[in-house]
């Protein structure tokens, strides 16, 4: 049954303030802790449980279970937080981060500079890359599950909504249609018992950057594997970006697998976006000390160059009074006649 407003969990640790969505395998409320900061909890959607027979439930909330297990263990700033799970009554629940903002598809309708879409891009990929390392996938990358937050000032992505999260090469064994964002989804998440990966992720997320600077949402794959539907290449639509990034989401796309990236970095390198280590911030030196450093290091060099000429000089004089003697001839053993 759906929680509302008021309702207490954890005996109190967490009361519900409003339903804040749900879809086919879960439902995710606003709640408050007991120190008045808003978070969010997600549960197993009621209805999807009651349509199911005791063992697949049961397995089921082991998937959960193991999932949320496993997402705790991806902390990275561009990635919402989640907490420890608990069971409440029947439910298993997850303890999410409630991330204040907006989502990029609430500016759907505004192109974005491919400056800025590329940095959002970036901040995804690196937090995906960290989803892919602790073998999971998030399957459900798309505009509406990029929040934009403040932070310091200045605006950062960060991927919310782990609820379709699946392992690393899991077979899906039901038919996952409805489970699917328009656009977004690779093809081999619409079909049976094909393994996902990494490059499931790259399709959804070179999707996302396509929408973010043409304004557009591409054709589904499903209408361009069966209907031979064309993707209009992101450069005719916005001429203004580069050929890089056209190649880049074009290749991310790819209906085969295969073609795509296999890794997360190996995309995001394509985009040239080679990492979010922050250079370091050029220092201006003086131009006295600077020529008086350089001065200074020839002087050691030249010192060195002489000390080791002399060096070898002293060893060359060494070497005859070094050098051994010849030994002595043995004696002769044949006495003059």
Known sequence: MA???????????????????RGRFGITYLVKNKKGDRQVIK??????????????????????????????????????????PFKEGEHWCLVMEYVDGVSLADRRQQILSESEALRY??????????????????RDVHPGNIFLRVRNGQPEAVLIDFGLALDFDHILTTNRTKETSEGFTPPELYAQSIPTGAYS????????????????????????KIDNARLVPPKD????????????????????????????REWLDSLGLTGETPQPQ?????KTNFNREKKINWTHIIAAIAAIGALL?????????????????????????
């Open 313 to 337: 000089s002293g060893i060359a004089a060494l070497i005859p009074i070094l050098k051994p003697s010849p030994p002595p001839s043995p004696p002769s053993s044949i006495k003059s006649p």
């Open 3 to 21: 929680w509302v407003a008021g309702d207490p969990l954890q005996g109190g640790k967490y009361s519900i303030e409003k339903e804040l969505g």
């Open 121 to 138: 891009i970036q901040q995804i990929g690196e937090a995906l890359i960290e989803v892919h390392k602790n073998r999971l996938i998030h």
């Open 43 to 84: 549960t197993l959607n009621d209805d999807l449980l009651n349509s199911l027979n005791q063992l697949e439930r049961g397995r089921l909330e082991t998937m959960f279970w193991q999932e949320a297990v496993k997402l705790t263990q991806c902390k990275h700033k561009h990635i919402v937080q989640v907490a420890e």
């Open 282 to 286: 050029s220092t201006v030196v003086p």
């Open 201 to 224: 992720d790259i399709y959804s997320l070179a999707a996302s950057l396509y929408v973010l600077v043409t304004g557009k949402t591409p054709v589904s794959a499903l209408k361009r």
């Open 237 to 264: 639509l916005n001429p203004e970006i580069s050929d890089r990034t056209n190649r880049a989401i074009l290749t991310g796309m790819k209906l085969d697998p295969k073609q795509r990236s296999q890794s997360m």
